[in-house]
Nanobody, 129 residues
Framework: VQLQASGGGLVQPGGSLRLSCLHS?????????VGWFRRAPGKEREFVSS????????RYADSAKGRFTISRDDAKNTVYLQMNSLEPEDTADYYC??????????????????????WGQGTLVTVSS
């Protein structure tokens, strides 16, 4: 599975960015759950948000709730992370990861690193004035 994260950049506090995670098209009836994680300078990588293979289940870290929105466009094999009201504390490398899911459309989106199988490269988000 190939992943390509993009959309990072420099933004002022209070600004917005939309990250994209382009993934390979599934060749089976299964789909992909996609998660976003981030690693700030000097810190461990942490969960940000995730969406299940059908887009029904979404999860957010407390720091992302109310500011970030995850969505997917399966026609484009892309998952988006819309980030609004960005703060300097959001500065980090952002990574997307996927794991295959199937079965119920209500299966919960994974939230831990260990649950994800494939990882993309990071895209750097810098929030600074």
């Amino acid at each position: 599975v190939q992943l390509q994260a993009s959309g990072g950049g420099l933004v002022q506090p209070g600004g917005s960015l939309r990250l994209s995670c382009l993934h390979s098209k599934s060749t089976t009836s299964a789909g992909y759950a996609v998660g976003w994680f981030r690693r700030a300078p000097g810190k461990e990588r942490e969960f940000v948000s995730s969406i299940n293979w059908k887009g029904y289940s979404t999860r957010y870290a407390d720091s992302a709730k109310g500011r970030f929105t995850i969505s997917r466009d399966d026609a484009k094999n892309t998952v988006y992370l819309q980030m609004n009201s960005l703060e300097p504390e959001d500065t980090a490398d952002y990574y997307c990861a996927v794991v295959r899911q199937s079965g119920s459309w209500r299966v919960i989106a994974p939230t831990t690193e260990a649950e994800y199988r494939y990882w993309g490269q990071g895209t750097l988000v810098t929030v600074s004035s």
